[in-house]
């Protein structure tokens, strides 16, 4: 199926969804305590999102303090974001899309699947900012022509305006 239809249904059936359990659950309890309700779960999901997410933070800089790749970590603080995203949506389906996901078990079989079923391309790009040690600066003062090629004046500043690319050199005056 083409993602321009998927993309379209959801556009679709997702509010359609919503409004049925809105219309449903309003029938059965009410008006005022189905807003509460609905507010409620943003305001619950907004305090679960901070709890896992400075959690999840500390065990992805500890990774990180002992050398390895957070990649577990980083998946699951997709899932929590969007989880918290769910649930800020107002609507009890995607309340029950973003409860689900705060449940680390689940997250996990969702990371899993992801794995086996999704392909991760790597890509180094180069902006052209690299210092001679490495490191990436992007402080115009410390920007130098050496990034250009032009090895003569390694470390003299230069204007950002002169190096861009996109300079209009035509309508500058020399």
């Known amino acids: 199926m083409p993602l321009g239809l998927i993309i379209l249904a959801c556009f679709i059936l997702l509010p359609t969804i919503e409004i049925y359990l809105f219309i449903e659950v309003g029938s059965v309890i009410?008006?005022?305590?189905?807003?509460?309700?609905?507010v409620a779960s943003a305001a619950a999901g907004?305090?679960?999102?901070?709890?896992?997410?400075?959690?999840?933070?500390m065990r992805?800089?500890?990774?990180?303090?002992?050398?390895?790749?957070?990649?577990?970590?980083?998946?699951?603080?997709?899932m929590i974001v969007f989880a918290?995203?769910?649930l800020l949506i107002p609507g009890f389906f995607t309340d029950a899309i973003g409860?689900?996901?705060?449940?680390?078990?689940?997250?996990?079989?969702i990371g899993k699947f992801l794995a086996r079923h999704v392909k991760v391309q790597n890509i180094h790009?180069?902006?052209g900012y690299r210092r001679q040690d490495g490191t990436v600066d992007l402080n115009e003062d410390e920007w130098t022509s050496s990034r250009h090629g032009?090895?003569?004046?390694?470390?003299?500043?230069?204007?950002?305006?002169?190096?861009?690319?996109?300079?209009?050199?035509?309508?500058?005056?020399?």
């Open 30 to 38: 009410g008006a005022i305590p189905t807003i509460l309700l609905t």
């Open 46 to 57: 907004t305090y679960m999102l901070r709890q896992q997410g400075l959690s999840l933070l």
């Open 60 to 78: 992805m800089r500890s990774e990180m303090e002992a050398g390895r790749v957070p990649s577990h970590e980083m998946m699951h603080g997709a």
């Open 84 to 86: 918290g995203l769910m």
């Open 99 to 109: 409860l689900l996901l705060f449940i680390p078990p689940l997250r996990e079989a």
């Open 125 to 127: 790009v180069n902006p």
């Open 150 to 174: 032009e090895d003569d004046e390694p470390s003299r500043p230069r204007n950002p305006d002169q190096i861009s690319p996109w300079s209009d050199d035509d309508k500058k005056p020399r």
